[in-house]
């Protein structure tokens, strides 16, 4: 059988939004409205962060599901987006704190937007992770709306305008500390430290320049960095039911964080033997014909990390190299420059 085949008759794939602000806390959306966009996007579910707030109403809305969970969030740094959790966690200045409060509570967590840039070019003050000591239950790697703040630079009419309408060629690709973090993280374990791709949709009405501003509309955000998850069964009518498959998703990391702006299909990324093929977030064994493999669009530039080594770096639309030793492997594809894939890793065991 066919890579492809198996690939297509095992698993079924949905698109989600991570990290999303409601009228509830600095958003200006309510879950009818967000819902609506969402499904406009092409998505199949969303997970509304407010900051410190967990009573949005959770369910199937215009045929998306809605699951809430909170953006813990201190004033100045460690914001933390939790999951799986049923009562509002108090923010903590200690993300040690924080991590510990969600893990009582039976949820799990993401380190938020770890490292915003210090050398913003405007108004808007960065809020990081102040100790990579910690260890979060996930990383956050990609986060659309701070890569935006990263790169706006309000000095001048001019500049803000660009900003403004180029909003998406200054969303580039994840911050590479971030992405270090990460693989440290993961090195510290078997287990896998899964990562997410944030939109941080808020849809601000900004009303500082001449013209009233949104910034930026929730469909404009969830077209781009989306959250694929692989299920070996289709989501379930029940949302109870569907809530649970999404997040043991999030939480396995079985899942690919795509920018949907960058280029318009879903890449497959896999590690496969003559006895089985897995995806982000799963374990395979090592045999003497494993190989990892990487399906994608025309004109991408494929990376292979092997517990946080580059071990391949090539252009092609089909990248397959053969897997010698145990350990974590993760893909990076990019395009024209922009970051366009990242998945979780794999494990050879
Ligand atoms: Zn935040
Ligand atoms: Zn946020």
């Known amino acids: 059988m066919l890579l492809e085949e198996k690939v297509a008759l095992n698993t079924y794939r949905y698109c989600g939004a991570i990290h999303i602000h409601t009228h509830f806390s600095d958003g200006t959306g309510n879950v009818d409205s967000i819902s609506k966009a969402a499904k ?3 998505l199949d579910w969303i997970i509304i962060t407010d900051h410190n707030y967990i009573d949005a109403e959770e369910g199937i809305y215009n045929g998306v599901y809605v699951i809430k969970g909170e953006e813990i969030s201190p004033a100045t740094c460690n914001h933390y987006l939790a999951f799986g959790i049923n009562k509002l966690i108090e923010p903590d200045n200690d993300s040690r704190i924080n ?27 960065p809020i990081r992770w102040d100790n990579k000591d910690t260890s979060p239950d996930g990383v956050e790697i990609w986060n659309w709306f701070s890569s935006w703040g990263d790169n706006l630079d309000d000095s001048s009419i001019l500049t803000l305008a660009k900003s403004y309408f180029f909003k998406h060629k200054m969303v580039t690709k994840p911050c590479s500390e971030t992405l270090k973090w990460w693989d440290k993280l993961n090195e510290k374990t078997s287990r896998i430290i899964p990562a997410i791709g944030g939109a941080d949709a808020h849809a601000l009405k900004v009303y500082d320049y001449v013209i009233p501003l949104t910034i930026f509309p929730y ?7 989306t959250n694929v998850i692989s299920l070996d069964n ?15 998703a999030v939480k396995s990391g079985n899942n690919v964080i795509v920018n949907r702006n960058v280029c ?8 496969s033997n003559s006895e089985n093929t897995v995806s982000c977030g799963e374990f395979i064994k090592l045999t003497e014909d494993t190989f990892m493999e990487v399906l994608s669009e025309k004109g991408t530039y494929v990376k292979i990390i092997h517990d946080g080594d580059i ?3 090539k252009s092609a ?4 190299i053969p897997i010698t030793k145990t350990g974590k492997y993760r893909a990076e594809i990019s395009y024209k420059g922009r970051g ?6 794999i494990i050879v065991i």
Do not use: M
């Open 340 to 345: 366009y894939a990242y998945s979780n890793p």
């Open 317 to 320: 639309k089909r990248c397959r």
């Open 99 to 125: 991590i510990s409060n969600v893990r009582i509570a039976g949820g799990f967590g993401f380190a938020a937007h770890p490292d915003e840039s210090l050398e913003r070019k405007n108004k808007w003050c």
């Open 234 to 248: 289709v989501l379930s009518d029940n949302f109870n039911i569907a809530k649970s498959q999404i997040l043991e």
């Open 264 to 271: 318009k299909g879903l890449p497959e990324i896999t590690v």
């Open 311 to 313: 071990i391949a770096d």
């Open 219 to 225: 469909k404009t955000c969830f077209k781009a960095i």
């Open 40 to 42: 406009q996007a092409g």
